[in-house]
């Protein structure tokens, strides 16, 4: 019975045909997707592999990857920001400069 399921598993995998499907599902490029890879408005400054990162506004979590001359969106995990001038995620406490809204740990 084992045996049986298990043949039955690798047909269902490989296909009844003998074919694997090899399609990889391309990621949308439109910026406005809400899925998209693409920074939407930010241009690269060049073309190379490490174009730089680029926050996505004050205090936010978002930034911008430019590799290739194309801008990857990426996102600190919570509950950190991007630091564009240490190029890193932070602590908001740690930028009380430009994040006044995380006040208790800003004295």
């Known amino acids: 019975m084992q045996t049986q399921l298990s ?13 694997q499907n090899t399609t990889v599902p391309t990621p949308p490029t439109d910026p406005t997707h809400p899925i998209s890879p693409i920074c939407a408005g930010v241009t690269c400054p060049d073309d190379e592999p ?12 978002d930034f911008c990857e430019c590799s290739l001359g194309i801008p990857y969106r990426l996102t600190c995990e919570t509950p950190l ?6 190029g890193v995620c932070n602590w908001c406490f740690n930028m009380c400069e430009r994040c006044g809204e995380c006040e208790e740990g800003c004295q």
């Open 81 to 86: 920001v991007f630091d564009e001038a240490e």
């Open 50 to 61: 490490n174009g730089g990162l680029f926050a996505s506004g004050d205090c936010s979590p």
């Open 7 to 19: 043949l039955l598993l690798i047909a269902a995998l490989i296909g009844c045909h003998g074919e």
